[in-house]
């Protein structure tokens, strides 16, 4: 049994999946440790990493303040 779901089921409703991903989808329900621990969906968890990555993404386009940045250190004779 593949071990996901077949990329071209992103954004279809469980009525048009392939009937690949309809098998897959039933293995992870029989197998709890396939499942995410609250059976969230797919597309759900696709839409959450996306979220984390573009929050992540703009962070890091955000200057640091200056008490953050190092500054050089003296040195010592």
Known sequence: MASSCPPGVLGRTSDTYPPVCDA???HRLAT???RCEDGESL???HARARVCAN???HTAQIPAPSWLSP???SSVS
Do not use: E, V, Y
């Open 24 to 26: 897959w989808r039933a």
């Open 71 to 73: 500054t050089p250190s």
């Open 43 to 45: 597309t759900d968890l």
């Open 55 to 57: 929050f992540l993404h």
């Open 32 to 34: 709890p440790a396939l």
